[in-house]
């Protein structure tokens, strides 16, 4: 079954002219900057100012504008007769704060949201920046622009058509900046419209067509397990999750090579949570706690965009996605508490808790990933534990990782996506806590709970440098704030991206 037409991002281009001298926009937006003298207006408010010969600081002081980030102040122009533009309609004074990219992305995606509705605007937010800064705001445009909606009608606004960046020295020379920028902010854009169908449609079979079209556009390899492969080669863990839903589990495997020195490319592979729809299974989850739960396979919806997006970034290694995909229903045939799986490759649990289900899909997805893949890293993305929610709140995610650079490299990349992780760490002395009597490990093992839960997972990585992004705590925004709108966030997909785009994303990795 297919979506209803969904909105599109605004198409985003690039100009040396001043924002005022650009022909046919009916938004013209200047920055305001912050320090401790108070507000400055910023780049293009000099043209402005003389186009309009109106005091625009006198427009700014009385809205008591300060120029931090969040601010907006509009001013409508009711006769652009005598104007260059003579399309004008309005001009909007933007707060940029420091104009760091963190500010830049966040003032992007305020211009994103005020601006719905209209056809197009010129905006000089970019024209200080260095290529992070302008990477930053056209992927908080993009994202501000985000809606999802499932209303017969249509959607209920629709996004700007389109943003000129304008007043850059050299538009010709960033075109790259901007294209990169676009790739990435789909992926994010991707990723939470994937994690934002109704589980009435997202099944595991839905995602794994989803998975096809992907490959099929991005030129990836492709495997899927049905039910009855996933048996055959036993993954006792995605069959055992699946096994009282009427929508049966799958394993998708999706494989790209660089164009380039592929033979000798390092291989990466990224694994993501994919439960479909969790209850929660016979430990059952109460109502409140199972409202979001439609978005627990984001780490797949991850997974699977930032996969469609390699080739456009040219990623240098080889990168394998993994999606265990399952939906964790209640049944007459569901897993009950005290019930012992096998996992691929043999490994034993005890699930002593159904709803701690997403470790025994990855357990078997990594399993396969050290048996048969040969990877140089693994990477997991899961809404693994509302404990990392507890730890870390709304607005960071949790990372895990066995080898420091890894660490340091995810890190960074997170930060300059704006998709912050982090550290978290794997203490060896809580293994006892995941002890059972009769299995190799208990999937339920107790607090700390995201610790636990990390190190259930070591288990399967065999000894493999390996980081685990736990994005319970992020998968959901409590808000319309900022890039975020209130709902499936997507996060991860622009953190991977700006880690796996780079030159040699393993750089130090032992
Ligand atoms: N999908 C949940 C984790 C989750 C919680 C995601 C809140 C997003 C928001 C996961 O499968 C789960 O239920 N985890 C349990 C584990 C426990 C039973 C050991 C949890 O965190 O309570
Ligand atoms: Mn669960
Ligand atoms: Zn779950």
New binding site residues.
């Given amino acids: 079954m297919g979506l209803p037409v969904q909105v599109s991002p605004p198409q985003v281009d690039l100009s040396d002219l001043a924002p005022s001298a650009v022909p046919n926009v009916d938004v013209v937006a200047v920055p305001v900057l912050a320090d401790e003298h108070g507000p400055t207006l910023g780049p293009g408010s000099a043209e402005l100012v003389d186009e309009l010969g109106e005091d625009l600081f006198a427009l700014l002081d009385a809205a008591s504008m300060t120029g931090k980030v969040g601010e907006a102040v509009d001013r409508v122009v009711l006769d652009s007769s005598g104007l260059s533009n003579t399309g004008l309609r309005e001009v909007l004074l933007v707060g940029v704060g420091a104009g760091t990219s963190d500010d830049l992305r966040r003032a992007g995606a305020v211009l994103a949201r005020r601006t719905r509705g209209r056809v197009s605007v010129a905006t000089s937010l970019g024209a200080l920046c260095d290529d992070g800064g302008l990477r930053a705001l056209v992927e908080g445009i993009v994202l501000g622009s985000f809606e999802f909606h499932w209303r017969s009608g249509g959607a209920q606004t629709k996004p700007v058509e389109r943003v000129v960046l304008a007043g850059l020295v050299d538009a010709d020379a960033r075109k790259d900046v901007l294209a990169r920028a676009l790739v990435v902010a789909r992926a994010g854009w991707s990723a939470r419209t994937l994690a934002l169908v109704p589980s009435n449609v997202k099944n595991p079979a839905w995602m794994a067509e989803q998975a096809a079209e992907v490959a099929a556009s991005a030129q990836l390899g492709i495997k899927t397990w049905d039910e009855k492969a996933l048996a055959a080669d036993g993954f006792g863990g995605i069959l055992g999750v699946g096994q009282a839903s009427a929508s049966p589990p799958r394993l998708v495997r999706l494989d790209y090579s660089p164009r380039r020195g592929a033979r000798k490319a390092r291989h990466v592979v990224l694994v993501g949570k994919g ?1 479909t729809f ?1 209850s ?1 299974g016979l ?1 059952i ?1 109460p109502r409140d ?1 199972m409202m ?2 439609k ?2 396979m984001t780490g797949a919806g991850v997974v699977l965009s930032v996969l469609g997006a390699l080739r456009e970034v040219d990623c240098p290694v080889r990168v394998t996605g993994l999606l265990p995909l399952a939906e ?1 229903a209640v049944g007459g045939r569901s897993m009950r508490p005290g019930d012992v799986i096998t996992h691929y490759g043999g490994r034993t649990t005890e699930v002593t ?1 159904t ?4 470790r025994l899909v990855l357990g078997d997805a990594l399993a396969y990933a050290v048996a048969e893949l040969e990877p140089d890293v693994l990477v997991d993305v899961a ?5 990392i ?1 507890t730890a870390l709140g709304q607005r960071t995610g949790g990372l895990f990782a066995t080898d420091d650079a890894l660490a340091g490299t995810l890190r960074a990349a997170s930060l300059s996506a704006g998709e912050p992780l982090w550290r978290m760490p794997l203490v060896a002395d809580y293994e006892e806590r995941i002890a059972s009597k009769v299995a190799d490990a208990d ?4 607090v700390p ?1 995201a610790i636990t ?1 990390a190190l259930f997972l070591q288990h399967f990585t065999g000894g493999l440098p390996w980081a685990h992004l736990d994005i ?1 705590s992020v ?2 925004s409590p808000s319309d704030e900022f890039e975020y709108t209130k709902g499936a966030t997507g996060f991860g997909a622009r953190a991977l991206l700006h880690w796996l785009e780079q030159r040699e994303p393993l750089a130090g990795v032992v």
């Avoid at 709803?355 to 997403?358: H, I, L, R």
């Avoid at 999937?443 to 107790?446: F, I, R, S, V």
């Fill in positions: 439960i969790d929660g430990s989850k706690a979001t739960m978005r627990d964790n808790n709803d701690a289900e997403g809404t693994l534990t509302g404990a929610k999937n339920a093992g107790g709970g839960a319970a998968g959901d």
